[in-house]
């Protein structure tokens, strides 16, 4: 009866927040249409309205990707599947992880939908989070991207793939480990009360067994494809609502926080790399195009720094924050947090003393 109350409250807090989002979208839009130098076309207004709508163009087509190969893999894909296409040697399985992430080139919006189901399908977390942490950014398209964005000092782009497979792999193991496998949030709809067998009970269930038999043997596909839409359109609109809440605190940051401010912290030797950490954290940037931006602070910082804006991002942003939180335990978002912070500043420490110098 408790949990039952307790979902019911997370699931009106959820509906709150998507209809908060979606009355500043109007706001936002009854903003842009008044009359030339009024209040409402303040120039940090229009900053923030671009950075928002940026955004939410931006990460709304993978968000979409991730919740149909979600619902691809609820449909068509059985458990066993996915349970034999992971090595039982958590080494092996974590460098299949990182192999996934060449295969399905899925920017970090698409990862969090498409992850919670391989979960539930049986692939173990620590799997799960290698794919989550390496798959943005060990991809054919961000390798590209990052090539041509430093084509001029391709130990940068060689130096963010390397690193992002280490941490990785590094917190991969630790999550094996240390970590208790079950972190997925408990679903908001309620379970089905248990019904008493009696005899006539499983005659009924045995001839409602062969009727639904029957039927789907004479329309399987079109029944699959229904149920196909009906989980892809659950999903998009349950991930949908930290995307518009993210990409809200985001514009607000990028607004009203000024770059050259933070620019003129990060001058120390160690402080560069958490500054960029920072930043990257705060602009939640595309892996696929987070290089053209680092790419512009080539000559205010350090190679390590640049590194380490564009693997930290990818692993560990705000918007991707929020849409980890619907679907994890607090916990361990937390942990995933400090292992990725410790790591990512470690390992670009050492890059710029044996390799990035």
């Known amino acids: 009866m408790q949990n039952t109350i307790v979902q019911k409250k997370t699931m009106w807090n ?13 706001l936002l839009y009854f903003f842009s249409t008044t009359a030339p130098g009024s209040l409402l076309n303040n120039p940090k207004l229009q900053i923030f309205k671009t950075m928002f709508i940026s955004i939410i163009l931006e990460a709304m087509p993978f968000i979409l990707i991730g919740v149909i190969i979600s619902a691809v893999l609820q449909v068509f894909v059985s458990d066993q599947t996915i349970q034999r296409m992971i090595p039982k040697n958590p080494f092996l399985g974590i460098i299949t992880a990182s192999i996934l992430g060449i295969i399905f080139p899925i920017c970090e919006c698409g990862m969090v939908p498409a992850i919670r189901k391989l979960i539930e399908k049986g692939m173990p977390l620590y799997v799960a989070t290698t794919f989550i942490l390496v798959g943005p950014i060990l991809n ?74 029957d039927h789907d043997h004479h329309q399987p596909r079109t029944n699959k494809m229904v149920e196909m839409m009906g989980h892809t359109v659950m999903e998009f609109f349950d991930m949908g609502k930290f995307l518009l809440f993210g990409a809200l605190l985001v514009g607000l940051l990028q607004t009203f926080v000024s770059r050259d401010n933070l620019v003129a912290l990060g001058h120390g030797q160690g402080s560069a790399n958490l500054l960029m950490m920072g930043l990257g954290f705060i602009l939640s940037l595309c892996s696929t195009s987070d290089a053209f931006v680092a790419q512009s602070f080539l000559t205010t910082f350090s190679k390590g720094s640049l590194v380490a804006f564009m693997v930290f991002g990818p692993m560990l942003n705000l918007k991707g924050l929020l849409m980890m939180s619907a679907v994890f335990k607090k916990r361990f978002i937390v942990l995933l947090s400090v292992l ?11 890059l710029e003393g044996f390799i990035l110098k």
């Open 14 to 26: 959820s509906n709150m927040l998507a209809g908060l989002c979606l009355a500043f979208i109007a």
């Open 140 to 213: 054919p398209i961000v390798f590209w991207s990052t090539f041509v964005a430093f084509r001029s000092h391709p130990e940068i782009t060689y130096s963010r793939m390397g690193l992002a497979f280490v941490v990785a792999l590094i917190v991969g193991l630790i999550v094996y480990k240390f970590v208790n496998p079950d972190q997925l949030k408990v679903k908001e709809s309620a379970e089905p009360k248990p019904v008493k067998k009696t005899l006539k009970t499983v005659h009924n269930h045995a001839a409602d067994h062969h009727h639904s038999h």
């Open 340 to 350: 990725v912070i410790i790591f990512v500043y470690g390992g670009t420490l050492l």
